[in-house]
């Protein structure tokens, strides 16, 4: 009975011990074969570091693939501190190389943590610094990949670019709006140690970055090259105390171009002021439009039918008295009798009066309201301003006269360019906008393409085409001559706006304006330029904006390869003009008769016989007076 019982307590053990066994087989069978990845992971999160390799930000590039914004490829300095083998050593050799302290290199050297990117002086390093500290060989010590933001063009378009920070993030301008796309994702070198820092003996694993997208832009490098050289040449000649540029597709809302001075190089930013830096002028600065704002007054009333500009008539005394403040014209002893088309091309503050009044405060600024003024365009920039408009139940008899030629009001130059936009489009106000489309960096293809945003009709077509027709007028007859380009239908409307300061009116400083459109007949730019507080110079915009807004309109011109146009307005000639002549076809005639019909230009000929057997110009041509005439003569 005892040796029964003694066998029954081995069987039990023995089981029970079977059990067990078979219990730790399932456990290891479970940890090798089911949770050996989770395992194996949780063990290599342990053991693995990671040295990180910088992505390349997303290029940003102009409507035709021209690169704005790059990046280069430069190293920066990575510190394992347990694999420091002489601490001391190590931190006086940086120091010595990077130029700083060893008692500041002891910070980064000496630190207790796995990894330690030395910042600032060891970020960014140039090509022979980092071939010094590799040249050391100095164990821990690790150079890593680091991509920086280079801009090729240096402060082209810089306030609608922006610039990125020392990790190259997104700071300002497309570069903060667009960031997420831009970004990449970051990669690494994973290497393997224990607990002290000991580097294991397993291979290293090579993490590949991902670059960001790439933006293209709806930017014309060229036309934007003209703009900057132009501001530029302003400063030079005005000292003013800002100049604007801004170019956009009528027919859609693209931005051709865009800067405004001051500027700044988006490489070196940190040597600027945060007040340069942050105000991207053509969307941001409000202020008094002056006479550009009278395209818009004067589209109302034409829509409204309340004038026929080149049969209805306006007297011009020289002034008008409303609300008991005196209205002057700019011409002492005003214009005399005078059709409203003229009104329009002489810039006559009195007639501008007339229709105010005619279309009234309702009206005037129902129109305001749908041309887009008093609120955001829209445009796909941070810092837009909005501008003001007065409430209409503050709108006072002045009020509504000052605002149909375009004081007291304050507008900034995206809303007045969307607005003039829309006048010479058929009537249609879109949305500006500077990013096409977003594309996937390695093959391009197109991940998100922004659309032509509408948002709503403004007049008729048909008073968008007579728009077209004045606008032409202002430029060939009235205050825009100066705009005038022989062949090619110009539209466009001076502006001088008195500033401004604390309630008051500053004297002798204006903001100094021209809107132009290129071709008149068939809109493909609309141009704003503008020169506050010019200096040095006679206060009228044909002076000032119009001769320089002709050269950046002659490079939109090329830029876009607009033809000649036929049946342009004749420019009516001033004393200091040069007039424009056909020249004619003397191919095949004598020197003597070709030198009668060429009178009017400067022959330059070249050959050994008596005949001419090539020009240039060719026959047909306009040129102006004096221009050369080259000859070659033969048999």
């Known amino acids: 009975m005892f040796s029964k019982k003694i066998d029954e307590k081995i069987k039990l053990v023995f089981l029970l011990i079977v059990c067990c066994f078979i219990l730790i087989v399932l456990k290891v069978f479970y940890i090798q074969i089911i949770d050996y990845r989770k395992l194996a992971s949780l063990a290599s999160d342990l053991w693995s570091r990671d040295l990180p390799i910088e992505a390349n930000r997303g290029l940003i590039l102009d409507r035709n693939g021209v690169v704005l914004a ?35 290199m002891d910070k980064h050297v000496k630190k207790e943590t796995s990894i330690e990117r030395v910042h600032p002086e060891g970020r960014r390093l140039s090509y022979e610094i980092a071939d010094q500290i590799s040249a050391l060989e100095l164990p821990g010590v690790y150079l890593v990949k680091e991509a920086k933001r280079y801009y090729p063009y240096g402060s082209m378009l810089s306030h609608v670019l922006g610039y990125v920070g020392i990790d190259n993030q997104g700071l300002s301008g497309l570069e903060l709006e667009y960031d997420e796309y831009l970004s990449g994702k970051a990669g690494a070198i994973k290497y393997f140690s224990d607990a002290k820092g000991n580097q294991l003996n397993l291979s290293d694993i090579y993490i590949e970055p991902q670059s960001g997208m790439n933006l293209q832009l709806t930017i014309d490098y060229k036309i934007q090259l003209s703009v900057e050289r132009e501001l530029d040449n302003a400063v030079k000649m005005f000292n003013p105390d800002m100049a604007l540029a801004v170019v956009i597709d009528p027919n859609n809302g693209e931005v051709l171009a865009m800067s405004s001075r001051p500027t700044y190089d988006s490489n070196s930013y940190q040597d600027y002021s945060m007040e340069t830096l942050s105000r991207n002028l053509p969307i941001w600065a409000s202020y008094e439009p002056g006479s550009t704002f009278k395209i818009i007054t004067f589209a109302s009333s034409v829509e409204e039918g309340l004038i026929e500009p080149e049969t209805d008539h306006f007297y011009d005394s020289g002034s008008v008295h409303i609300g008991g403040a005196r209205i002057g014209c700019w011409k002492a002893g005003g214009h005399g009798d005078q059709t409203f088309l003229q009104v329009l091309e002489n810039s006559c503050n009195p007639g501008f009066v007339k229709l105010g009044q005619m279309l009234g405060k309702e009206k005037l600024f129902s129109y305001l309201d749908l041309f887009g003024f008093g609120s955001k365009t829209g445009i796909d920039l941070n810092g837009e301003g909005e501008g003001i408009i007065f409430p209409l139940d503050k709108v006072g008899e002045l009020e509504l006269v000052t605002t149909a030629f375009g004081q007291g009001v304050s507008v900034t130059p995206i809303q007045q360019v969307a607005a003039v936009s829309a006048v010479v489009n058929g009537g249609k106000l879109y949305s500006p906008y500077v990013v096409k489309r977003i594309l996937e960096p390695e093959t391009n293809s197109i991940i998100q393409e922004n659309d032509v945003k509408f948002v709503r009709n403004t007049i008729s077509e048909a008073t968008s085409l007579k728009m077209r027709g004045y606008l032409e007028s202002v430029v060939a007859r009235g205050g825009g001559r100066s705009a005038y380009i022989d062949g090619y239908r110009i539209g466009g409307k001076t502006g001088t706006a008195q500033k401004v300061e604390n309630g008051r009116y500053l004297v002798n400083n204006y903001i100094m304006s021209f809107m132009a459109v290129v071709p008149s007949n068939d809109p493909q730019a609309i141009l704003y330029l503008a020169i506050d507080n010019p200096k040095n110079t006679a206060l009228l915009s044909s002076y000032t904006t119009t001769p320089i807004a002709r050269r950046i309109l002659l490079d939109i011109i090329d830029a876009l390869e607009i033809p000649k146009q036929e049946g342009q307005i004749e420019k009516q000639w001033e004393w200091s003009d040069s007039p424009y002549y056909e020249v004619p076809n003397v191919i095949g005639l004598e020197l003597k008769e070709a030198k009668k019909l060429l009178t009017n230009f400067t022959i330059e000929y070249t050959g050994d016989g008596s005949k001419v057997i090539s020009q240039t110009p060719e026959g047909g041509e306009r040129v102006a007076q004096n221009s050369v005439v080259r000859l070659l003569l033969g048999e």
């Open 70 to 104: 790059d990046n280069l490829t430069t190293t920066s300095l990575v510190i394992i501190p347990n694999q420091v083998k002489d601490a001391d050593a190590t931190s006086a050799a940086l120091a010595e190389i990077l130029g700083v302290s060893k008692e500041e």
